[in-house]
Nanobody, 122 residues
Framework: QVQLVESGGGLVQAGGSMRLSCVAS????????MAWFRQAPGKERESVAA?????YYADSVRGRFTISRDNTKKTVYLQMNGLRPEDTAVYYC??????????????????WGQGTQVTVSS
């Protein structure tokens, strides 16, 4: 059972930057994706970014967010620049623990963190 702990959320003004971190309890292969998802109040959980040997991004964040991974630290990061009020959500880290064909789909992930709130003020 992989445990994931997110940190780095908070309040930021529109246009600002923030970096989220997610520490895993176990090291995972680069072939197995780790990802960030988010859920705003009243909305379904949606993908943000995923990483294997490649990076994958939702259209809404491409060019503004960057996902990266440091396996020596068992950590995945999400650097968020140019934040917008519509980025406000609870952000969840996820680990698949296996190879998946669609890294941006929630159903591929077996392990989830507890979430961290990101609030972007206008």
């Amino acid at each position: 059972q992989v445990q994931l702990v997110e940190s780095g959320g908070g309040l930021v003004q529109a246009g600002g930057s923030m970096r989220l971190s997610c520490v895993a309890s176990e090291r995972t292969s680069n072939s197995y994706p780790m990802a960030w998802f988010r859920q705003a109040p009243g909305k379904e959980r949606e993908s943000v970014a995923a990483i294997t040997w490649s990076q994958y991004y939702a259209d809404s964040v491409r060019g503004r967010f960057t996902i990266s991974r440091d396996n020596t630290k068992k950590t995945v990061y999400l650097q968020m620049n140019g934040l917008r009020p519509e980025d406000t959500a609870v952000y969840y880290c996820a680990s698949a623990g296996r190879i998946v064909t669609a890294p941006l789909k929630t159903e591929g992930y077996n392990y989830w963190g507890q979430g961290t709130q990101v609030t972007v003020s206008s």
